[in-house]
């Protein structure tokens, strides 16, 4: 569901998906990732890194890490995932977009519930390699492409393409304007609430 979001995304700002980088986990080597980012065929790339709940330093965390210290490319930004739970994998964030699309200076969880913390902070498990990176703009989201369907690609991803934006704007890049954000989930409730506990 994520690389369908991720894609969509990309499509919608004239950039590029690299799909390949899609996988739970990460299968290519930030190596790999580096040489199909460096041969995409219209920018602004999209990449995907995912280490499967790996507990330590996992495939998903070293393949990020490679692309983060590769000189050829400039960061933008990064969308910092929320996972099932709390966890010691928690990165301090710039602020998050929450499961209505709002900007909000904390932390959310899967689900792109607001986590009500004193700092904004997010918790998931290919986080903590970006402790010490000099990235301009790190921004937490739930999981993409679904958060109760809140962010489904049926709807355009839309959550995704705000954080998207966000980065983008920060930047100075201009891209086309978003439809509304109340059409992204049509019969929902209003505190897009999942049904299924969280663990």
Known sequence: MARTAIEEVAKQIGGRAISR???????????????????AQAEPILVMFDDNGHSRLGPGERAMRAVLNDRRFQVLGV????????????????????????????????FGHRLYLPYPMVFGDTLGVLRGQRIPLIIGIGDIG??????????????????????????????????????????????????????
Do not use: W
């Not at 690609?153 to 998207?164: E, H, L, Q």
């Open 21 to 39: 980088s899609a996988g739970n986990p990460t299968l290519l080597t930030g190596r790999e990732i580096s040489e199909h980012i460096a041969h």
């Open 79 to 110: 969308l910092a995932v929320a996972a099932n739970a709390m966890s010691d994998e928690g990165i301090i964030v710039h602020f998050s977009i929450d499961c209505h699309g709002q900007k909000v200076y904390d932390g959310v969880d899967k």
């Open 146 to 199: 679904k958060m109760n369907g809140y962010d489904s690609p049926v709807y355009g991803s839309r959550i995704t393409r705000k954080a998207v934006n966000e980065i983008l704007v920060f930047h100075g890049i201009f891209i086309p304007p978003i439809p509304s954000l109340s059409e992204a989930h049509a019969g929902g409730d209003s505190a897009c609430t999942d049904p299924t506990p969280m663990l």
